[in-house]
């Protein structure tokens, strides 16, 4: 009996240092870094959406809880549905920090495109890329940690680290991660969202004390606040939700936007040709795009030749100069840039 007993404790004892190894993978793997003595910035993506910001901020108190001197900027401003989220909400968004110098250590989230970082960031030292969209070349640089998800929400693989970090996230953490899964996942309705989101969707909710019905209302104001373009110009609307690519050595810009008002809406699409020259131009682009989300269907515009061509190839025959349609929202990240990468990787 004794014996069986002396087994017993033997094999707890080797179970439960499993379990202490695993849950101390995380941080093991980032007290090897490289931190330096300067501090370590946190950024998303350039034309930040909420997930960017949120992202940034939220991993940036993570890694400041572990004891890494971490601080989340962002590279421009911040749109108007992260204005309204984050006043709602009472944080502060990151500081605008435009430029980093050679060697500066960086963390990207919601983002691996070194054209969708920070300028600077080429000259930098990556730590960690944290994301949720398909490879990038920032990923090609010999970074020491990658998390990768295809899912709904960076917030949402942040949220998970946290877990995996054995770190609770206060309350004002808990609504910037919920902020950031609400927006990217459309409150879980998109369909790119995964049990995962879900899961941190519930966790964050029932620990604000948010039922469902409350967060519906949150996500409603989000949304008039992302399409509410007024006192912007042509070219700010334009740039609100857009992004660069490489794509085979191709220079590729994407914008997003929503417009839901039928009346109006040829006389949209005609400003936002009527501006794409000068985006094309400012942003230094090969080609540009831009996908309008009209009451669940999209448009999606271009202008030139060689843009047309992808745009018709992927979509289908013009509906107006300018502008290919297609039924059904389109989401950029899965339904639009592996679209194009193949077409401009196959050189038809």
Not at 17 to 45: I, P
Not at 84 to 100: A, D, M, N, R
Not at 104 to 123: F, K, N
């Amino acid at each position: 009996m004794k014996s069986a007993k002396a087994l017993l404790f033997v094999c707890l004892a080797l179970c439960s240092c499993g379990k202490r190894g695993q849950e101390n993978a995380f941080r093991a793997k980032m007290s090897s870094l490289d931190w330096g003595d300067d501090t370590c910035y946190v950024y998303g993506h350039k034309t930040p959406d909420v997930d960017a910001v949120c992202s940034s901020l939220a991993y940036a108190e993570l890694m400041r809880e572990l004891g890494y001197n971490c601080i989340a900027k962002v590279s421009s401003p911040i749109n108007n549905e992260t204005v309204y989220i984050s006043s709602l909400f009472g944080f502060e968004p990151p500081h605008e920090k435009t430029f980093v110098a050679p060697g500066t250590r960086l963390i990207a989230t919601d983002h691996e495109e070194y054209s969708q970082s920070v300028d600077g960031a080429r000259q930098a030292r990556i730590l960690q890329i944290i994301d949720h969209h398909q490879e990038g070349d920032m990923a090609k640089a010999d970074v020491p940690f990658i998390r990768r998800e295809m899912i709904g929400s960076t917030c949402t693989i942040v949220w998970e680290l946290y877990k995996e970090a054995k770190v609770s996230p206060d309350e004002q953490t808990s609504k910037i991660l919920l902020a950031g899964i609400l927006s990217d996942t459309h409150n879980l309705s998109k369909a790119n969202t995964v049990r995962r989101d879900s899961l941190a969707w519930q966790a964050l909710t029932s620990a604000l004390g948010l039922s469902a019905e409350v967060v519906a209302e949150i996500q409603q104001g989000m949304d008039d606040a992302y399409s509410d373009y007024s006192g912007m110009s042509d070219y700010e609307i334009f740039i609100s939700d857009y992004k660069d690519y490489d794509m085979s050595s191709h220079a590729v810009g994407i914008g997003c936007v929503d417009w839901n008002d039928a009346a109006t809406l040829d006389s949209f699409i005609g400003r936002m040709l009527a501006v794409m020259p000068e985006v094309k131009e400012k942003k230094d682009r090969e080609m540009v795009f831009l996908l309008i989300d009209h009451n669940d269907a999209s448009y999606i515009l271009y202008c030139s030749d060689a843009s047309r061509a992808v745009a018709e190839q992927a979509f289908g025959a013009s509906v107006r100069e300018g502008a290919c349609y297609s039924p059904g929202h389109l989401s950029r990240k899965t339904d639009v840039v592996p679209v194009f990468t193949d077409i401009l990787a196959s050189g038809n």
